[in-house]
T-cell receptor, first 114, second 115 residues
């Protein structure tokens, strides 16, 4: 069964460093998303991406964040200068955008900012 | 901004009995609702969904009920099994209302099914 994959599973970085989180969405999907979950809190929407551009972003997704689909398979989230409060689980999701607009999630990347 | 609420942080049921997980929403523009199951250190796994044009959707042991007038949905699991023990998230989207399909999640309910 097709699945969303994410790498790395755990990333530890120093405050102020850049990190890139990688995702491979399901191959025939057209809509891509990033969410995050800070420990003990709800899953929060960050950004949606369709047709090679951002279609919506939350207030969390400030200038320090960017997304890219560099080739036909990868979808990346870059944080330019990490802050302590960026520590969270980051989930990538994808959907085919049909009426049954179900999003399928990857296993997540745990980002720890020291 | 709590557009989707799951007011019960936890639920404990005996194996074989029914589990009922509840979810309330405030935004009438939501037109698609989903339930996800999540184990620790894993991503949310899609369980079942319902469109706002329906009031019930069933898939095996899982049934979701939608009451639009009350802005309330529930997930019924029957019979409950120990393997169902996980955190269950309710989520909503308004894709056909001009939204981009982003999901708004509730806080989650931890279900424990005791053998």
């Amino acid at each position: 069964e097709p699945e969303v994959t994410q790498t790395p599973s755990h990333q530890v970085t120093q405050m102020g460093q850049e990190v890139i989180l990688r995702c491979v969405p399901i191959s025939n999907h057209l809509y891509f998303y990033w969410y995050r979950q800070i420990l003990g809190q709800k899953v929060e929407f960050l950004v949606s991406f369709y047709n090679n551009e951002i279609s919506e972003k939350s207030e969390i997704f400030d200038d320090q964040f960017s997304v890219e689909r560099p080739d036909g398979s990868n979808f990346t989230l870059k944080i330019r200068s990490t802050k302590l409060e960026d520590s969270a689980m980051y989930f990538c999701a994808s959907s085919d955008g049909s009426f049954a607009d179900t999003q399928y999630f990857g296993p997540g990347t745990r980002l720890t900012v020291l | 901004d709590q557009q989707v609420k799951q007011n019960s942080p936890s639920l404990s049921v005996q194996e074989g009995r029914i589990s009922i997980l509840n979810c309330d929403y405030t935004n009438s523009m939501f037109d698609y609702f989903l339930w996800y199951k999540k184990y620790p250190a894993e991503g949310p796994t899609f369980l079942i969904s319902i469109s706002s044009i329906k009031d019930k959707n069933e898939d095996g042991r899982f049934t979701v009920f939608l009451n639009k007038s009350a802005k309330h949905l529930s997930l019924h699991i029957v019979p409950s099994q120990p393997g169902d023990s996980a955190v269950y998230f309710c989520a909503a989207s308004g894709f056909r209302s001009g939204n981009t399909g982003k999901l708004i999640f509730g806080q989650g309910t931890t279900l424990q099914v005791k053998p």
